[in-house]
């Protein structure tokens, strides 16, 4: 291609795989540079719209004719007076630096940028262009040296660059702009730092005020020659006065002093963390902004099919610097407390509040050790208070009880719920090992309100329990009986309370007449037929 000639294209190796944006999407032809892995293949499927083959090279050469045709259009100077919204002069030295800044994979604009959409949400589009806020990205784990050293005049230049190019995606009218960073989990990481530690948080703050520094100097340059449109920001928490790269915090001092030290802004705001997008999948950050690492490894789909756990980029890098079983250590997940942490760190430099985390599933919790097989089990059937009630109680092996269900006939749906759930937590406590008598003490001569709704009263087709105050009473009391002996279940039972007159659910031995009232005297017939007189 013509346009590729003579730029940092040339003589690049690309290879060529097929990819989808997802497991779901048609595969495409796409070509990435060479050394390159098949997630940044996926990702630029995902950058790139239609379903036709995509090269790297021509697609980000499409978003930076663009760029170059937008740098053209004149701006309108607070004195009177127009200028294009890129210097001429300056349109190839910032293409090529955007060009070498993707080829290292140090930066990148937003996915809204590769697609083509409307560069400003108060820009005009063409028709049935879509519209969407740019961004750039940069990579932090990218500018790290072999030996672990991080590139902080790169870094600089880099902030500089992406601003610039944000300036003229929003046709130079945008009062904001967002420009942020990713992977910083990735580069503490690498760095050997713990991300939970005070001293992953001075690196984080003294790259956080570097990018600032940076930034804002970049937004001074371009209001010297477009316009000043905010006066310089003079306050802010100072740089920590040291951290674990060398140079980094003085780096970050003299930034933020340059900042302080212009005559004015072109934005009102520059440095911010915004929600990762295809993009950062493209430079290999496998974070957005400041979050932490999910872990060390990631499921991935082989050439036949098949799904394997393998070690992150950043394990990878970690690994390297740091040996294999720190790497793991320095991305394993981290709790919320942390994120906060480093929120909290990073905050006072940022322009806009950083995004909110993701929600996180709760945990998973343990299963109940398995239930042992049934050897046998119970069936009583019995009428308390007028309704048919059944009890079923399974035995294990070694005689203990494992499980119970009971069922109440013409119970309602409301009343069957419930004690459906209430048996269900019966059963785990069973099999997590509660002794039944724990059960049989609770329910026995409950006179709770919950545990006595339903029938109560006299009990037919159980000859040693004649009465109860509710079938959970009845039925635990059965259970009792039935799995501990008769003594252990009358050493459970309280005293009984007498209820209308009825001394319900007394052990047999102790029980009086079922009958309320006792029997009146009745005379024998031939003394009733000596009562009858004739009425004639």
């Not at 980000?60 to 100077?77: K, S, T, Y």
């Not at 009825?502 to 009733?528: I, K, N, T, Y």
Request: net charge neutral; aromatic share 4%.
């Amino acid at each position: 291609m013509a346009r590729i000639a003579g730029t940092s294209w040339e003589g690049i190796a690309l290879r060529r795989v097929r990819a989808a944006a997802d497991p779901d999407a048609p595969q495409r032809p796409v070509a990435v540079p060479a050394g390159w892995d098949d997630a940044a293949a996926e990702a630029l499927a995902a950058l790139a719209p239609g379903q036709g083959a995509v090269t790297l090279p021509g697609l980000a050469e499409a978003w930076i004719d663009r760029l170059l045709e937008r740098g053209r259009e004149p701006v309108a100077l607070p004195g009177g007076g127009e200028l294009p919204l890129l210097d001429p002069a300056e349109a190839p030295r910032l293409a090529a630096a955007l060009r070498r800044l993707l080829l290292a994979r140090r930066a990148a604009p937003g996915a809204s940028t590769w697609a083509g959409a409307s560069t400003w949400a108060g820009a005009p589009a063409g028709k049935g262009e879509a519209r969407a806020e740019p961004r750039f990205v940069l990579n932090l784990p990218a500018f790290l040296d072999e030996a672990g050293g991080f590139d902080i005049p790169g870094y600089q230049a880099a902030v500089a660059t992406g601003l610039q190019a944000l300036e003229v995606l929003t046709g130079g009218r945008a009062l904001r702009l967002r420009l942020g960073f990713a992977d910083l989990a990735g580069l503490l990481a690498a760095l050997g730092l713990d991300y939970d530690s005070a001293a992953a948080r001075d690196v984080a703050a003294a790259l956080a005020a570097l990018t600032r520094g940076a930034a804002e100097s970049a937004s001074a340059q371009l209001a010297e020659r477009l316009g000043t449109r905010e006066p310089p920001a003079l306050l802010w928490p100072a740089a920590p006065s040291r951290c674990a790269v060398p140079g980094l915090a003085a780096a970050a001092r003299r930034a933020l002093e340059a900042a302080g030290a212009t005559r004015g802004l072109r934005h009102q705001g520059c440095f911010m963390l915004t929600p990762a997008d295809a993009a950062e999948a493209l430079l290999g950050a496998e974070t957005g902004g400041l979050a932490p690492a999910p872990g060390a490894t990631r499921l991935v789909r082989e050439a036949g099919g098949d799904v394997a756990e393998r070690p992150t980029l950043a394990a990878r890098r970690a690994a390297a610097l740091q040996g294999e079983a720190r790497a793991l250590a320095l991305l394993a997940p981290q709790p919320d407390s942390a994120r906060v942490a480093m929120d909290a760190a990073i905050r006072p430099y940022l322009h806009a509040a950083a995004p909110a985390p993701l929600a996180r599933p709760e945990p998973a919790r343990p299963l109940p050790p398995p239930r042992p097989a049934v050897a046998r089990s119970h069936l009583w059937k019995v009428v308390v208070g007028g309704q048919r009630v059944t009890l079923r109680g399974s035995e294990a092996a070694d005689g203990s009880l494992s499980d119970i269900a009971l069922s109440v006939g013409r119970d309602g749906a409301g009343g069957r719920g419930l004690l459906e759930g209430l048996l269900q937590a019966v059963n785990i406590g069973l099999a997590r090992g509660v002794p039944l008598s724990d059960y049989v003490s609770s329910f026995a001569y409950s006179r709770d309100c919950v545990t006595r709704s339903g029938p109560a009263g006299p009990v037919e087709g159980d000859p040693e329990i004649l009465s109860a105050t509710s079938v959970l009473d009845w039925a635990f009391r059965r259970l009792a009986i039935a799995q501990l002996g008769a003594a252990e279940a009358l050493r459970l039972w309280p005293d009984p309370v007498p209820e209308d007159g009825v001394e319900a659910g007394l052990p047999p031995s102790d029980r009086g007449p079922l009958l309320p009232l006792d029997l009146p005297a009745q005379p024998s017939p031939a003394a009733r037929r000596r009562t009858f007189r004739l009425v004639g």
